[in-house]
T-cell receptor, first 117, second 113 residues
Framework: NAGVTQTPKFQVLKTGQSMTLQCAQD?????MYWYRQDPGMGLRLIYY???????DKGEVPNGYNVSRLNKREFSLRLESAAPSQTSVYFC????????????????FGEGSRLTVL | GENVEQHPSTLSVQEGDSAVIKCTYS??????FPWYKQELGKRPQLIID?????GEKKDQRIAVTLNKTAKHFSLHITETQPEDSAVYFC????????????FGQGTELSVKP
């Protein structure tokens, strides 16, 4: 099992360009997340998807859109990149146990380092 | 929404000493509190977690305590070793919010041999 796979690992964009970060998990998890990590700011939640067919805003959703394509895949799109979106992006997934309880553990991808010039 | 504050931002200890990292949360309804460790250049990984119906949980050299009244929880690492050097993140969530996890700002722990 590969776990959580995200692509690309590195990307340089110019201001105003668009791009999509792809994420796929092979653990049959229901919930998926996108976080960004900036020095001194911890991991901030951009969007999450509690289950296939649903998406919700996190702490810092402005400038981003997401698509839960199917149970395995959750993509993050930057429509018009800005220098403030320079960051390391992590996709993560988690399982749900029976009765809708969240099991607790997030499994993260390796991260995607995005630079916007 | 939930807000998690974490202190200190950096912590340096001698090998063998104990390290304590503290977090406070704002939403009294939060009931799940995990801790993640992130080594340099790696992805975060869960090291221990606690649910609100438990006051303390231990796993070998690490332990987490929770004070629901004061809305704070702490990570304790005893007999620190150089391989404990990493960034540690606390987090909080409601179990029925699709696992929406809000993280603290992180603590960079350095263990000096």
């Amino acid at each position: 099992n590969a776990g959580v796979t995200q692509t690309p690992k590195f990307q340089v964009l110019k201001t105003g360009q668009s791009m999509t970060l792809q994420c796929a998990q092979d653990m049959n998890h229901n919930s998926m997340y996108w976080y960004r990590q900036d020095p001194g700011m911890g991991l901030r939640l951009i969007y999450y998807s509690a289950s296939e067919g649903t998406t919700d805003k996190g702490e810092v959703p402005n400038g981003y859109n997401v698509s839960r394509l199917n149970k395995r895949e959750f993509s993050l799109r930057l429509e018009s990149a800005a220098p403030s979106q320079t960051s390391v992006y992590f996709c993560a997934s988690s399982a749900r146990s029976g009765g809708g309880y969240y099991t607790g553990e997030l499994f993260f991808g390796e991260g995607s380092r995005l630079t916007v010039l | 929404g939930e807000n998690v504050e974490q202190h200190p931002s950096t912590l340096s200890v001698q090998e063998g000493d104990s390290a304590v990292i503290k977090c406070t949360y704002s939403d009294s309804a939060s009931n799940y509190f995990p801790w993640y460790k992130q080594e340099l250049g790696k992805r975060p990984q869960l090291i221990i977690d606690i649910r609100s119906n438990v006051g303390e949980k231990k796993d070998q050299r690490i332990a987490v305590t929770l004070n629901k009244t004061a809305k704070h929880f702490s990570l304790h690492i005893t007999e620190t070793q150089p391989e404990d050097s990493a960034v540690y993140f606390c987090a909080a969530s409601l179990y029925n919010q699709g696992g929406k996890l809000i993280f603290g700002q992180g603590t960079e722990l350095s263990v000096k041999p």
